[in-house]
């Protein structure tokens, strides 16, 4: 029997990639042809079972180092709508030769979406974070804006032109403009849609029907294996995505020279380390770290709180002080104050003296952390997220023989 050939579209993200892989490498295993398009730093290492194609140069998705704690939600939309506009033509012609049955994407990947409505087939959105529902996500942005000095005027004209680019896009598409919800563009509602956390980071999850699958975080490391250094070790990083950090950092090391343990600070590519100054003994700097096996051995994780980080604390069962950047995360670092397994620190407060403060009343206090992450961490669902993942699919494609 032919297998049934499915296109997968992602963003550029190490969050992302790092969730949905395991459930690509299951996927291709079945009875499904699987071809993934991302940049070439997202190309995959070693055979694979899937097909990997490379998006062309043009490509305006790759949003790390463009956000920071002052890019609003309309600002970020441009991103993914100029994304999706570039794309128009090469996605038509990709489908053309590839004639796929139907799409899987990343949430943020509107373009995704948007080739499955013009071609008439299913879609399937993946969700590496919580699902951005407008429910959920609108009352928190008003409260975001109401406590930032932005004017109406502005407001409006963002949304103008908001709209204006998303109607390009669906003509693009040849779609009908009818019902243009300028919040679906954040959720990209599939057919069936797979959110890869577990249950308890999902706020409002009682709002979610049927076509929603919450399958939990693909587990890469054995909390049997974990192995904390006798020595208090913290393990910093701000994720990807972020920019103007350089203070941030500089911040940290102010706060930890003076520390009795050892610090690492994970500052990504595009953070130059000369900008820093003098680091002290107990501190390292690198660019890159392996952040799992980090966690396994770190007694405090300090996380700008995106879901895939949140994830892996909470498996290592590492407590978290969560100073978050963009709105999502900081919805993210409020769940997990919430739930007892770390501090929420906003950045518009956040100074060395008081993160050194708290980080001090985490380690007096750790256990009562590590019990409350034990808590959800051992949170039981019946087979592996990914398995669960394959499964619904299947049974989207069995109901639909009946």
């Known amino acids: ?25 299951l996927i291709a295993l079945e009875e499904y042809d699987i071809i993934c398009y991302n940049t070439s730093e997202f190309s995959p290492e070693g055979h694979k079972e899937y097909r990997f194609i490379e998006y062309p140069k043009y490509f305006k998705g790759n949003y790390a180092n463009k956000i920071d704690e002052s890019t609003s939600y309309f600002e970020f939309g441009h991103i993914l709508l100029d994304t999706s506009i570039d794309l128009v033509d090469f996605l038509i012609s990709e489908s053309e030769r590839e004639k796929p049955d139907f799409i899987l994407h990343s949430h943020l990947a509107v373009w995704g979406k948007l080739l499955a409505q013009y071609l008439r087939i299913p879609s399937f959105t993946l969700f590496s974070t919580f699902v951005l529902d407008k429910r959920i996500m609108l009352p928190f942005f008003r409260e975001l804006e109401s406590n930032e000095k932005k004017s109406l005027r502005k407001n409006v004209d963002d949304g103008l032109r908001f709209y204006l680019k998303r109607l390009k896009l669906y003509q693009l598409f040849r779609l009908k403009n009818k019902n243009i919800d300028i919040w679906d563009i954040y959720v990209n509602k599939g057919d069936l849609n797979v959110s890869f956390i577990l249950p308890c980071f999902q706020p409002q999850i009682e709002i979610f029907g049927n076509e929603y699958e919450f399958v939990g975080f693909p587990r890469k490391l054995d909390v049997a294996h974990v192995s904390r250094n006798k020595e208090d070790l913290i393990y910093i990083s701000m994720g990807t995505i972020t920019s103007n950090t350089i203070c941030f950092f500089k911040d940290c090391i102010t706060a930890f020279k003076g520390f009795h343990g050892k610090c690492i600070i994970s500052i990504g590519r595009a953070t130059d380390r000369k900008k820093l100054g003098m680091i002290p003994e107990n501190i390292q700097v690198v660019q890159y770290a392996n952040q799992q096996e980090l966690l396994s051995k770190a007694k405090l994780f300090i996380t700008h709180g995106g879901m895939a980080s949140i994830h892996e604390a909470v498996y290592s069962q590492t407590p978290m002080i969560v100073i978050p950047v963009i709105p999502e995360q900081k919805l993210n670092a409020r769940t997990v104050e919430d739930l007892g397994m770390g501090i929420h620190i906003s950045l518009k407060s956040f100074s060395s003296k008081l993160l050194l403060k708290e980080t001090i009343h985490i380690l007096d206090h750790r256990e009562h952390y590590v019990k409350n992450i034990k808590s959800h961490s051992e949170e039981t669902l019946p087979k592996s997220p990914q398995v669960m993942a394959l499964e619904a699919i299947d049974g989207f494609f069995a109901r639909k023989k009946e």
């Not at 029997?1 to 459930?23: A, D, E, Q, R």
């Open 1 to 25: 029997m032919k297998k049934k050939k499915g296109l997968f579209f992602s963003l550029p993200s190490h969050g992302v990639n790092n969730t949905l892989s395991p459930f690509l490498d």
